[in-house]
């Protein structure tokens, strides 16, 4: 007995569909070779009749020498020829036998009706399987006969019970190898599924570093490669999650660091006012820096919960752009890098001003932060299309390499850890250009720069356009 389970299920689905295909196919064989079989006699019968009816129709003899001619000429081997009065009744046969009976089977009446009466059954008083065909015949203008030739069928039925008995055996055998073929493809498919349910229930315990081995073809391979890479992204996550931690751990504490050691140096007293005022402009701007981590990772949760919400109105692109720069320009100078700013008139998009000047303040500070000193940073913003806008930011600084690339967009990744920073600035800023709709392209070439380009829904509303 199999146990319950997909093995089971397979095996006895194979098994009742093929076992209902022989079934089928074999009841259709069957009763095509009786058929053809009865309709054979039944034809050869009928040309006899026919012949005899002709017989009958030229003949000038007197009637009872007409019907013993009958009988003498147009005996079959294994059949009797009867001819009967138009009620049944037994005239003469060709076995000689003349019982006092009448018949009433249905091949009277249709031969009695103008047609060829056809009968299979049992014979009264034997009990044997015959088939009887008959038909009217007349003789000399006005006697009129029923033909009636009645033939034993036992041959062909034990022929054909043969033929049953020998269908079965072929069946039998046929779902015998079909079972021992459903018990393999079961097995097939079954055993990679145990294998991939254990190791999953592996994963499930937190052993993500288990993979599901073994070369796996169609449907299965794809769910063994899709764990497997479910598992990889998983150990790749906590491990940028600890990077990630450790990152905005030594972030913090250096800012908390200064505070701490400039608060305790300016309540120990005796300080003159120069460096009073040192210490606490440290404080303030190590403050500041506190206060930008802690939006950024904020903002990453609102952008991770969907909670962060925009404030809609029309954005003036190329005020927009200009402020950034007066934002950043303090930055810039004290590298001597040049900010380049090149805007076509009335570009507006419908957006929140303070979150695409989060975006533009991120993107431009990055620019900085990665080019060397007496460069250039170029602002441009231009009209693509009809419908879309783009601002690109294009810098000469150290670039990116392939491999940094395609993850610099992926949240807590820091392509170099020296610089600082949580490495969401970017994630965030692609999530807030997708939900204005738009999206964030990024192209670098490592030692020459970076460009970003920003690509936004124009707003060509009339109140625009005046």
């Known amino acids: 007995m199999i146990k319950k389970g997909m093995r089971r299920q397979i095996v006895l689905h194979y098994i009742l569909v093929v076992f209902v295909a022989l079934l089928l196919v074999e009841t259709i064989i069957l009763l095509a070779i009786r058929t053809y079989y009865y309709d054979s006699i039944y034809s050869k019968i009928t040309t006899y009749i026919s012949v005899a009816e002709n017989f009958a129709k030229f003949s000038n003899e007197p009637s009872g020498n007409q019907l013993q001619g009958m009988l003498k000429y147009f005996n079959l081997e294994n059949t009797e020829l009867e001819i009967l009065t138009l009620k ?14 009448t018949i009433t089977t249905s091949d009277v009446p249709e031969a009695v009706g103008g047609s060829i009466g056809r009968w299979v059954g049992r014979q009264a008083g034997t009990n044997e399987s015959v088939m009887a065909v008959s ?10 006969y029923i033909l009636r030739y009645v033939t034993s069928m036992e041959g062909i039925n034990a022929d054909l019970v043969n033929l049953t008995l020998v269908s079965i055996g072929i069946m039998v055998a046929v779902l015998s190898i ?5 018990f393999g493809l079961a097995n097939s498919i079954v055993r990679p599924l145990n294998i991939i349910t254990a190791v999953s229930a592996q994963m499930a315990r937190g052993k993500f570093t288990t993979r599901i081995k073994g070369n796996y073809k169609y449907e299965i391979g794809e769910l063994a490669s899709t764990l497997n890479y479910m598992a990889e992204e998983i150990v790749r996550s906590n491990q940028i999650k600890d990077d990630f931690i450790s990152s905005i751990s030594h972030e913090l504490r250096t800012p908390l660091t200064s505070i701490k050691g400039w608060s305790e140096t300016l309540v120990s007293g005796g300080y003159d006012p120069e460096e009073t005022k040192l210490g ?42 200009q402020e950034t720069l007066l934002n950043i320009w303090a930055k810039a100078e ?17 957006g929140d001003a303070n979150r695409l000047k989060q975006v533009f303040l991120n993107l431009v500070d990055n620019a900085v932060k990665f080019s060397p000193e007496d460069s250039s940073i170029v602002l441009l913003a ?11 930011v294009r810098d000469s600084g150290i670039g990116i390499s392939p491999d940094h690339l395609s993850r610099v967009r992926d949240r807590f990744f820091q392509v170099d850890s020296l610089n600082g920073g949580t490495g969401l600035g970017l994630a965030i800023s692609q999530q807030i250009v997708e939900l204005h709709h738009g999206k964030l392209e990024l192209d670098s070439e490592l030692g020459k ?6 690509i936004l829904p124009l707003d060509d509303s009339p109140e625009t356009k005046a």
């Open 135 to 144: 038909k009217m015949v007349q003789i000399n203008a006005h006697d009129t």
């Open 178 to 182: 079909v079972l021992v073929l459903s």
């Open 382 to 392: 231009e009209r693509l299309s009809d419908t879309e806008m783009a601002v690109v």
């Open 280 to 321: 606490v402009g440290i404080i303030s701007r190590e403050s500041d820096r506190l206060i930008g981590l802690v939006e950024e990772i904020l903002d990453f949760s609102k952008l991770q919960q969907n909670e962060m919400k925009l404030s809609l109105g029309r954005v003036d692109i190329k005020v927009l752009l």
């Open 334 to 350: 004290k590298k001597r890098i040049r900010l380049l700013l090149e805007c076509e008139e009335t570009l507006f998009t419908k």
């Open 88 to 101: 049944g009744d037994i005239l003469t046969s060709s076995t000689g036998f003349q019982p006092d009976r």
């Open 449 to 454: 720069g970076t460009q970003v380009t920003v």
